[in-house]
């Protein structure tokens, strides 16, 4: 949660605001008793399994779990940080984050970025209205060889600046901007002499850069000759930096129907696939594939294909782009274009039919690897083949399944005559303590801890019935603290409860997972809101069953550490006397587990 947002504005936010409307604006929203029911947008079904609750002003998936309140629903429908959706959901509810700003760094902060966002909207248009004047006409002309409609144009706001020293910026004061706002934004550039400034764009056709959430953050222009540089960015501001942003990614992320995003290097590689229908397209604004490109983009898909240049430049920038990528855990895919093209000229060329050749026969990443080292060698001869399956073997071996590696490794025997047998043995000599480590890894780790998950959903079942009234918490902290929760994400929530009630303060569930939102998950409290519980009809008695749960958890952790304890004295020749102690207090706990077992009974909550 970001600092200069006071908590108070946030309750104040999602109290102003009504989640139903809010996902209905979204979803096709039915009532069903209390709630409102829909298909979840968050996972494929067929019934809808989506719910929400005007009264708890919160929503949950029984089917994928997701939930949380309409904070939540934004960053999670929108794909926004919790910043970014608090700011939407305060403009849509008339909430002034400005005013609230107490800071006057912050404050001033806030207030820049807001005046460059109505520079950069302002020079768009102003950018757009010059190229459909007498001055565009070269421009057009270059767009229109170009192949670029004017519905493209309209859709990518494309402009043109003029060739005039200081005409945006003075355009720019002139509409009551200070100049050295206008100098932040990138725009303009101050003189040498410090006595005024000049355009930073000149003689170019101009290409808005949107962000993910639609603001116009930033510039690029192309030349219309052969002068360079081809393509000027703006520089890094307040509000735009290159190495966190996609171009076209807030159009491209609406565009998913197929799964997938394309990635290409250049603006006119964007445009001309988007004009052809191929919209799930964004190009990295002339760098390399940066680490926060690559999370930008996993917000919206995990499949990405890269369409960059078919020249060596471009396979380069392909393979460090794929590493990024797959660092990021997306499954990473690459089409091969001829020699010398790029996606501009293709689609151009060949036709948005063959274009989806090639993006069905896009190679994953492992196989675009081999590809590349292929090239290196020629397999005709024996030296060839034997050291093109040494470099393959290496990039294979880092491959974590099995059966993947085991097929990537038969493909290298089909390719190169040398059997399996040899490529597994050069694998396990050269890499021998990563086998021997994997051999040993996690031996018990994958076994499921029975008494470990009833005693967390013990937890949870104390904690959705203290959440729902005052006379359960009462009940409860009488014979269990909050720090006796071993969960810690449950133990944060039964903090945040206790010292609620104990303020006497209300506990709401839209508020308190606003408020919890940097410690704990919304999916997870929601989950513990929406636990189902009718089934035990006498509530007391579920409590009761769920706190001998937690007690009996806690004592069998004593137990062992005092176990342990022993062992450790013992083989050090400790002690007599604290064994001694210890051996006491292990058998009154034992004692005690035996009486409880005894006295339990009545229904269970596994």
């Keep these: ?116 966002y109505e520079i950069n909207k302002t020079a768009a248009e102003y950018f757009n209205k010059n190229l459909f004047s007498f001055h565009g006409k070269e421009a057009i002309d270059y767009l229109t060889r170009r192949g670029i409609t004017k519905d493209t144009i309209e859709i990518f706001k494309i402009g043109y600046a003029i060739k005039e020293w200081q005409d945006l910026t003075d355009f720019l004061i002139k509409k009551g901007f200070k100049q050295k706002y206008v100098v932040k934004s990138g725009l303009a550039v101050p003189r040498k002499n410090r006595k005024g400034c000049y355009d930073r764009f000149r003689g170019r056709i101009i290409i808005p850069i949107f962000d993910h959430i639609g603001k116009i953050i930033g510039f690029g222009g192309r030349v219309l000759d052969h002068s360079l540089p081809k393509y000027l960015n703006t520089p890094e501001t307040l509000v735009f930096d290159k190495g966190s942003m996609l171009f076209n990614i807030n159009n491209a992320k609406s565009k998913l129907e197929n799964g997938y995003i394309i990635i290409v290097e250049g603006y006119m590689d964007v445009i001309s696939l988007y004009q052809e229908g191929i919209k799930n397209v964004v190009a990295s604004l002339g760098t390399s594939l940066t680490q926060g490109q690559a999370n930008l983009i996993k917000r919206y898909s995990n499949n990405i ?84 399956a040494a470099d393959a073997a290496n990039l294979i071996n880092n491959i974590k399944s099995s059966i993947k590696k085991d097929a990537y490794i038969k493909k290298i025997q089909q390719q190169t005559g040398i059997s399996s047998t040899a490529i597994y043995d050069y694998i396990n000599r050269s890499n021998k303590k ?36 005052m006379d359960s918490f009462r009940y409860v902290s009488n014979i269990l603290d909050y720090e006796q929760f071993s969960d810690e994400n449950n133990r944060i929530i039964a903090e945040y409860i206790y010292k609620r009630y104990r303020s006497n303060e209300k506990v709401v569930p839209s508020v308190m997972i606003s408020d919890l939102a940097d410690n704990v998950s919304s999916d997870f409290i929601t989950s513990i809101i929406e636990m189902d519980t009718t089934q035990f009809t006498d509530k007391i008695k579920f409590i009761d069953d769920c706190i001998k749960r937690v007690i009996e958890y806690d004592t069998n952790n004593e137990i062992r550490k005092i176990q342990e304890q022993i062992r450790l004295l013992e083989k050090q020749k400790g002690d007599v006397d604290k064994i001694e102690i210890l051996l006491n207090r292990l058998m009154t706990l034992k004692q005690h587990q035996i009486d409880c077992r005894r006295l339990e009974g009545g229904k269970s909550i596994e």
């Design 1 to 116: 949660m970001s600092s200069f947002i006071p908590k108070n504005l946030i309750e104040e936010i999602v109290s102003r605001t009504d989640i139903v409307q809010i996902v209905s604006e979204y979803l096709s929203l039915k009532r069903s008793g209390a709630n409102y029911i829909a298909l979840c947008p968050f996972h494929d079904e067929k019934t809808p399994s989506f719910s929400v609750s005007p009264d708890k002003q919160i929503y949950h998936c029984f089917g994928c779990g997701v939930g949380g309140n309409v904070i939540n629903f934004i960053m999670n429908i929108e794909k926004l940080d919790f910043v970014e959706a608090v700011s939407l959901l305060a403009e849509k509810a008339g909430v002034n984050l400005y005013n609230a700003v107490s800071d006057d760094v912050q404050k001033g902060i806030v207030n820049e970025r807001k005046i460059l």
């Design 434 to 469: 990563n086998i021997i480590g994997n051999n040993r890894y996690n031996k018990n780790g994958n076994q499921k801890d029975v008494f470990v998950s009833a005693n967390l959903l013990a937890e949870k079942g104390i904690l959705k019935a203290i959440i729902e009234d």
């Design 305 to 388: 294909i890269i369409a960059y240049d078919g020249d060596v430049a471009g396979q380069k920038a392909t393979l460090r782009g794929m590493d990024v990528l797959d660092e990021a855990g997306c499954n990473v895919s690459v089409i091969n274009f001829p020699k010398g093209m790029d996606p501009d000229d293709y689609i151009k060329k060949m036709g948005h039919k063959k274009f989806y050749d090639l993006i069905n026969t896009a190679l994953p990443l492992i196989d675009y690897k081999l590809s590349v080292i292929q090239s290196r060698y020629n397999l005709d001869t024996v030296q060839g083949r034997s050291e093109y």
